[in-house]
């Protein structure tokens, strides 16, 4: 059974940085594509970066420049490095699977498996 564990939220002001984990457990032959997204209240939940099982990725033009998606396939660990973060970017994180031949897609209807989130603030 695949579980996905978030870690790394937390409060921070302007400009500083966090890095969020997600320790996938449950996969042993296949590498799936991962995602973040997140969901700040009253607002629809949006794709935020995504890795495919070849490590390409994609990242919703928000955040470009600013974060940085990798992962450890040995670890199966998938990281969100968020620098220069702003009172935006204040959200709860969710990471999500997808299977192995979804591309690094952010749209959130082609992931089947998902995290309970890790929460980020970011004050002005």
């Known amino acids: 059974q695949v579980q996905l564990v978030e870690s790394g939220g937390g409060a921070v002001q302007t400009g500083g940085s966090l890095q969020l984990s997600c320790v996938a457990s449950?996969?042993?032959?296949?590498?799936?594509?991962m995602g973040w997204f997140r969901q700040a209240p009253g607002k629809e939940r949006e794709g935020v970066a995504a890795?495919?099982?070849?490590?390409?990725?994609s990242y919703a033009d928000s955040v470009k420049g600013r974060f940085t998606i990798s992962r450890d396939n040995a670890k199966n660990i998938v990281y969100l490095q968020m620098n220069s973060l702003k009172p935006e970017d204040t959200a709860m994180y969710y990471c999500?699977?997808?299977?192995?031949?979804?591309?690094?897609?952010?749209?959130?209807?082609?992931?089947?498996?998902w995290g309970q989130g890790t929460q980020v603030t970011v004050s002005s």
């Open positions: 890795i495919a099982s070849d490590s390409s990725t």
């Open positions: 449950g996969y042993t032959r296949t590498r799936p594509c």
């Open positions: 999500a699977a997808a299977p192995t031949w979804v591309p690094a897609s952010l749209r959130s209807d082609e992931y089947n498996y």
